[in-house]
């Protein structure tokens, strides 16, 4: 995704002035070479221009599909939001992010012929049912089916998914497949994480900043720290120093107080992917081992217990109650989803921005945007010829989501246009090129809350991990092994 949604806002302020451009250059051309003059007579060598390929374009042939009737099998999870209504609309509403995936699902319908549309499937308990039932029967009841991860997890682990990597008109060098190939295991991937939807960007952790306290407490927002590649877990902890302010003048710490930082245990998976802290890691060969850094983790763990000692920082259990902190003005950062913003903050007197979750240290080579999603997934039941249609279909629509959706997605979540904020503007996108999903998380393994399980257990790293090491290296195995056998 890297540079793609600058490019595509840059493209889009400049089309007006090189639509007007072309037109005066073709004036000119005409003025003077007329027809029957000598230059507009002389034979000239044509050459083909060099051209890069589009990196938005599916590069698909515009298939006819004869009006085939293309069923997303979908659920309702904690926000009451089906999991097909982040892939598709069926109507425009007024909303801009419903009207932008209108306009995605009616281009990809008009060009192939198709129609798209969502089944409702019911809660979490209900879906896993009904799938499993439906693939295990022979149904030919949906295309794909997208769910909670831990849900589709399940579901995966009875072998009732379609290899995703088989499907030849997926292009996973595309930007729209985002972080899917975390979920890659020695060539096969059984669920997506994609830009299909724009769940996984939506529950994207990063940090939210209030502007207004910056000000009054003469600190600089750290854009310029992060353009540097220089934002680090360390600066981070140091702009929460000296930043607590008893506004209810009681004496004691309390929510309605004024701090440096807050966030929810919920986040602290998300933070080891961004800290780069996880034990698993993929080898060049595409093969997964793990390997523990207790140096590493005991680092990060002393820093943020340290941390939570002092009157700049807090934690809660609850992720709505860290982000209702922040909107009652009172939280100089908040460590969260960028949903917040979107579901939130957009009602917030004072100006926000965003910050990506910082690194280990200097060292560490790129930003780390850690994610949960609602994957999704391809019955193993599906034909060869539903195999192409799911192909065409889903490379389309990812495609179009990924070129219309986010831009608008990003602009909403900002409250105002991009352009007004371009500081921000970037950090999204820094944000949104560093987007990954916990390879632990995703796959029910060990180690995949570990930050919280230490600080908030305090429990020591080294025994931690040797006390988990035998369970979480034969839970590995056995992933791996399913991987094999799923075919």
Same mark, same amino acid.
């Given at each position: ?29 005409? #003025? ?51 999991? #097909? ?14 009207? $932008? ?73 595309? $930007? ?45 927002? =750290? ?127 004072? =100006? ?46 990812? $495609? ?88």
């Amino acid at each position: 995704m890297k540079k793609l949604f600058s490019l595509f806002l840059a493209v889009m302020m400049l089309l007006p002035a090189l639509m007007s451009c072309g037109e005066s250059k073709e004036n000119t051309d005409a #003025a003077e070479n007329p027809a029957g003059s000598e230059a507009g007579t002389n034979p000239t060598v044509q050459t083909e221009p060099e051209t890069e390929e589009d990196p938005l374009s599916d590069g698909l042939p515009d298939t006819d599909l004869a009006g085939y009737d293309f069923r997303i099998y979908s659920m309702l999870w904690t926000d009451g939001v089906e999991t #097909a209504a982040r892939m598709i609309s069926d109507e425009f509403t007024g909303d801009a992010i419903n009207d $932008a995936l209108r306009e995605s699902t009616l281009s990809v319908e008009d060009r192939f012929n198709c129609s798209i549309r969502m089944i409702e499937g019911g809660d979490v308990w209900h879906i896993a049912a009904n799938v499993t039932n439906s693939i295990q029967a022979g149904d030919d009841a949906f295309e794909i089916v997208g769910g909670h991860d831990g849900t589709m997890t399940n579901l995966m682990n009875q072998g009732l998914f379609y290899n995703i990597r088989k499907v030849p008109q997926f292009n996973f060098d595309k $930007a729209w497949w985002g972080p899917s190939k975390v979920l890659e295991i020695n060539g096969k991937m059984y669920l997506a994480s994609s830009y299909l939807s724009y769940t996984g960007l939506h529950w994207t952790r990063a940090l939210m900043t209030n502007k207004r306290i910056f000000d009054d407490l003469g600190l600089e927002i =750290p854009y310029e720290t992060v353009r540097e590649e220089a934002w680090t877990l360390d600066k981070m902890i140091a702009l929460t120093e000296n930043t607590y302010v008893d506004l209810n003048g009681n004496g004691r710490k309390d929510i309605k107080d004024q701090i440096g930082l807050c966030t929810g245990v919920e986040t602290l998976y998300c933070l080891q992917e961004s800290l780069d802290i996880s034990p698993y890691h993929r080898n060049n060969d595409g093969t997964i081992t793990m390997d523990f850094d207790i140096e590493r983790m005991d680092t990060v763990v002393n820093k943020l217990r340290a941390l939570n000692k002092t009157d700049g920082f807090t934690y809660k259990s609850d992720s709505a109650f860290t982000s209702e902190i922040f909107k009652t003005d009172v939280s100089m950062m908040v460590l969260g989803q960028i949903a917040d913003a979107y579901e939130v903050y957009r009602d917030c007197e004072f =100006p926000y921005g965003f910050l990506p979750c910082p690194k280990y240290d200097e060292n560490q080579k790129d930003y780390i945007s850690g994610c949960t999603d609602l994957p999704w997934a391809i019955p193993k039941t599906a034909t060869d010829a539903q195999i192409d249609i799911i192909g065409t279909v889903v490379e389309a629509l990812s $495609a179009k989501n990924y070129a219309g959706v986010l831009p608008v997605y990003f602009e909403t979540v900002m409250k105002a246009r991009i352009a007004d904020s371009p500081d921000d503007a970037e950090m999204l996108q820094i944000i949104a090129d560093g987007r990954t999903i916990s390879f632990a998380m995703q796959y029910g393994l060990e180690y995949y809350n570990t930050l919280k399980e230490l600080i908030v257990g305090n429990k020591e790293v080294a025994s931690y991990y040797q006390g988990k090491a035998e369970a979480a290296q034969n839970k590995l195995d056995t992933l791996i092994e399913s991987f094999d056998e799923w075919q």
